[in-house]
Every structure is written in C-alpha cells, then in structure tokens.
C-alpha cells in the first residue's frame, strides 16, 4: 500500500466519506436485490432472455455492494489495511468468475432462442423497470466516484465501475425488449442478451484483473475520477 493511502486512512476528514460511501453501497445492494426479483418474475412471464440475464446481474451486482460494505466497515474498525486489500482482491475474483459462469449462460440461452425462435411476450413491467435503472445506476455510478476519489480507494473505483457496467447493461436490455414490443423484433431480445453477455464477460475480466485495471479502463492511474 503506497505512503498517500497510508496517511490517507489516517486521516479523520475520513469518516463522513466512509460512511457515505456506506450509503451509497447499501443503496445498490436494497435496489439491486429488488430490480433482480421483479426482472426475474418478468422475465419468467414474457420468455425474455434478456430480462431473465439482466435480472441475474442485478443479484451479482449486490454481492459485489456487499463486498464493498464490509471493506468500509473493516476500514471503520482499524483493521490491517494490507489485510483489507489482500481480502477484497480474492473476493472481487470470486465475482469474476460468478459473471464468466453467467454470460456463458446468456450465450447458450440467447442462442438456442434464436435456433428454435422463442418469442418472448411483451413486458411493460422489464421496460418500466430498465428506464427506472437506467436512471439509478447512472446516479449512483457518479456518487461512487466522488467518494473514490475523496478516499482515493481502488475498490470503490472499481465498484463504481461495475455500476456504470449496470447502467449499459439496463440500456442494451431496454433495447431488446422495447423492439419486440413496439415493432414485433422478438430476435431483438435475445440478440440484446448476446449484447448484455459480452458487458458482462468483460465486467467479470475487470474484476478478475483487480481494481488496477479498472483505474487504466478510466484513465485514473494517477487517482482521478472515472468518466461514465
């Protein structure tokens, strides 16, 4: 751990950042946990490949919000800094791989809807439900790099990285499931999943990488804020 963050977690302007980026972080894990429960019911209703993997990386997302809330509260309680970093980069590997085994599985699904040519049902519920997250995910993603950068911590860079992988996640799904609606495209939607697995793959490649590679992705290897 470089000098800068050494005297960094020593410092008490700290705290309403930390607990901030707290409330931030619990946040994403109460909406993520709800935007995957009603886009897993919609996409159950409608057939919808699309939804079904949108739904799944919601409840990913979460975990991953949960690994940040016990990094911040393990800085909190003054716990071994190199300890905190050597736990959160296995567990962010962990993520990793959960979001490999997920877009491999968009890939086989989405494909084998277009095979057989599944028309998934119009969902005004999945639609209502990605403008809503569009919309969420873009604000939380701007929140979470201004704490970033106010505690300058890779892990909340690249947590807030994932969040902005959210939102184009929300956009490819409106996509898809919007075409079929409006104009009767029903390969839109599993293409849009095809779309949402390669967001996703590289997601999980940024979270096997550690937080390093996100900062390079952002530009932010001299500690600056990532861009959305």
């Not at 890939?107 to 519920?125: I, K, N, T, Y």
């Not at 209502?128 to 970033?148: C, D, G, N, P, Y």
Request: aromatic content about 8%.
């Amino acid at each position: 751990m470089n000098d800068t963050l050494d005297d960094a977690l020593e410092s008490p302007s700290r705290a309403p950042h930390l607990a901030k980026g707290l409330r931030l972080e619990y946040l994403t894990v109460g909406w993520n946990v709800v935007e995957g429960i009603i886009a897993l019911g919609a996409a159950l209703a409608a057939g919808s490949v699309a939804l079904f993997g949108f739904g799944i990386d919601s409840f990913i997302e979460s975990l991953s919000g949960g690994i940040l809330i016990w990094r911040l509260h393990a800085e909190r309680s003054h716990r071994d800094p190199e300890g905190i970093e050597a736990l959160d980069e296995r567990a962010h590997k962990l993520v990793g791989i959960s979001l490999f085994v997920l877009g491999a599985y968009i890939v086989f699904d989405a494909a084998l809807s277009l095979w057989r040519g599944d028309r998934p049902e119009v969902s005004v519920v999945g639609i209502s439900l990605t403008v809503l997250s569009i919309v969420v995910m873009q604000w939380l993603a701007r929140a979470k790099r201004r704490v970033a950068t106010d505690l300058n911590s890779k892990a909340m860079r690249a947590d807030a990285f994932q969040t902005s992988a959210c939102f184009w996640l929300s956009v490819v799904a409106l996509c898809g499931i919007t075409l079929n609606a409006a104009v009767g495209w029903w390969w839109a939607d599993p293409v849009a999943a095809l779309g949402m697995a390669f967001f996703i793959v590289r997601e999980g490649i940024e979270a096997w990488r550690g937080e390093d590679c996100c900062e390079q992705r952002c530009g932010n290897a001299q500690g600056g804020s990532c861009r959305q």
